[in-house]
């Protein structure tokens, strides 16, 4: 067996800090601890800067401070806890938060993107010129980048706006939950461009293609651990995160991103007052419509067994329907006669609801292609959001 000592470790960097940014953060860093000979201990996470009023009543009150304002990165660096967006959850120690998104970004080989979708395209064009050519990424965003003409997997974007190559992160996950080490499980699809492959003696034996994408990769040099299914394992999993590996990223990608459709709708239901098999009707009807998405606009791209077998399929479908922030608005839109964006501003503390852009973007993409009528749950959660119709029309699009 060939022993390897490389000279270089992955330096790892998280874009993003909301509560899953920051949940993902945690476990990242403390496997990063964990894992001295393949990754640096320090995981940079890059907050967007705010201004945070810690109240009397915190542990962290400082009455040398006292209600000042402070920076969210100065209480993140120093006294450990997001506050803000992940509060009463201790972090390690080797989370650096920081304020900067270009020195965030620099010279890490691991790029972890976990920010609304809706921001992605304004990050990579900050970042294009600052990060390494050999950064790989994942991506932990559950959404898809749409125009009336294209739709476009967020990995895929990443990949072809940076010029790197991106995977995808998905499963039946909630940030709360697990931050508090609640067990669960995930999957992260990541197809290892041929490039950075490697035979038994540790050297490359692929061309700069990236698997999917028509532009030439910079490989991964060879000082530097290897990135493969192994190594995201050892990276991502945790006692408490179970991670499965594959290398679907169109059905992980979709399966990820139309759920939250199907779970506003669920949470419409709810609402209403109708009980747990009308719930089980419209995810049952969701997921076909998701697959038949995938095979219509992705042909001969998917493994179908991702949609039954994966966290990312089913297992994401039932949590996501049940529990997770979109089903949770949604009841309450209807619960208090409000409209969901509403309800968005005063649950989420600043955050945004995936599932509402998702909606609109892909409402808008199906219309355009004339496919309307194909997906009936989808138009019909658009049609609910913009109060077109109400709640108790969904009955109808089963006849």
Same mark, same amino acid.
């Given at each position: ?102 020195? &965030?970004?620099?010279? *890490?080989? %691991? ?8 921001? !992605?395209?304004? +990050? $990579?064009?900050? /970042? ?6 050999? &950064?790989?990424?994942? *991506?932990? %965003? ?8 294209? !739709?476009?997997? +967020? $990995?895929?974007? /990443? ?10 992160? *998905? ?229």
């Amino acid at each position: 067996m060939t022993v390897h000592n490389f000279t270089k470790k992955h330096k790892v960097t998280v874009i993003g800090s909301g509560n899953w940014g920051t949940t993902v953060a945690k476990l990242v860093a403390e496997n990063c601890a964990e894992h001295p000979d393949t990754f640096e201990k320090d995981v940079q996470m890059w907050v967007y800067e705010e201004n945070v009023t810690l109240p009397k009543d915190s542990k962290h009150f400082d009455a040398s401070i006292g209600e000042q304002p402070q920076k969210l990165t100065h209480i993140i660096n120093t006294k450990h806890e997001n506050v803000k967006y992940l509060p009463g959850i201790p972090l390690p120690h080797n989370i650096v938060a920081n304020p900067s998104l270009v020195d &965030a970004v620099k010279d *890490s080989s %691991i790029l972890i993107f976990n920010l609304p979708h809706e921001f !992605i395209g304004n +990050i $990579c064009r900050q /970042i294009k010129d600052h990060i390494a050519p050999y &950064a790989r990424g994942i *991506s932990c %965003i559950k959404g898809v980048s749409v125009t009336d003409d294209k !739709i476009e997997l +967020i $990995c895929n974007y /990443i990949s072809d706006a940076l010029n790197i190559y991106c995977g995808a992160l *998905s499963g039946a996950n909630i940030a709360s939950e697990i931050a508090n080490e609640q067990w669960c499980e995930t999957t992260i699809a990541y197809n290892t461009p041929v490039v950075d492959r490697r035979d038994e003696n540790g050297e490359s034996n692929g061309n700069g293609l990236a698997n999917g994408h028509s532009k030439q990769l910079t490989p991964l040099p060879l000082d530097y651990p290897p990135l493969d299914h192994d190594e995201w394992s050892l990276l991502f999993s945790r006692p408490y995160f179970t991670v499965s590996m594959v290398s679907d990223i169109v059905g992980v990608s979709l399966a990820g991103a139309l759920k939250n459709i199907v779970a506003i709708a669920c949470g419409y239901v709810e609402g209403h007052g109708w009980n747990m098999t009308a719930k089980t009707a419209v995810m049952r009807r969701g997921m076909q419509e998701t697959i038949r998405f995938a095979n219509e606009f992705f042909p001969g791209q998917i493994e179908p067994r991702t949609f039954w077998e994966e966290s990312a399929g089913w297992g994401d479908m039932i949590v996501s329907c049940t529990s997770a922030r979109n089903w949770r608005c949604s009841k309450l839109a209807v619960e208090r006669n409000l409209p969901i964006e509403e309800v968005e501003k005063t649950e989420l503390n600043g955050q945004k609801l995936q599932g509402i852009s998702t909606t609109r973007e892909v409402s808008s993409f199906l219309r355009a292609k004339g496919a309307e009528e194909r997906y009936p749950v989808f138009m019909a959660v658009e049609r609910i959001i913009n109060q077109e119709i109400k709640v108790e029309e969904i009955p109808k699009l089963f006849k």
